[in-house]
């Protein structure tokens, strides 16, 4: 049940590690910002994961505007980086939606996890592009 938080968190490592390696290249705001959301979703993920191995009931004590709120997030992230062409941003918006649907899996939550490997083959696409 915990597998979609780990993979979120992951994702989240990966768009940091690829945050870094585009800040070495090119000093831009948008890339120090990213690295600054990676660490900020980073650490909600891993309290996430650790207060819901604890408690499952975390998911209905958390409100839903806080989860809309990482959705609305997760399209804005995701509309910047489609146009900048910044694969980082494609990988956060991706674990932001895969942590989405993990919440959300009875609503809209598979719609949520096929956006989200929509987002992978974007920043995949792009990142073979780029090299």
Known sequence: MVAFPIISIFLVLV??????????????????FMIALNGVFFLFFIVFVFLF????????????S???????????????????????????AASIHCFAGFVTIFSIGFLLLVLCLFELSIAVYQYRKLE
Do not use: C, M
Request: aromatic share 12%.
């Open 66 to 92: 806080y989860y809309w709120f990482l959705i609305v997030v997760g399209i804005f992230i995701e509309l910047f980086s489609f146009r900048k062409k910044h694969v980082p941003g494609h990988i956060t």
């Open 53 to 64: 191995t604890q408690n499952n009931d975390i998911l209905t004590q958390i409100p839903a």
């Open 15 to 32: 768009s940091s590690v690829l945050s870094l390696q585009n800040k070495k290249e090119t000093k831009t705001i948008p890339t120090q």
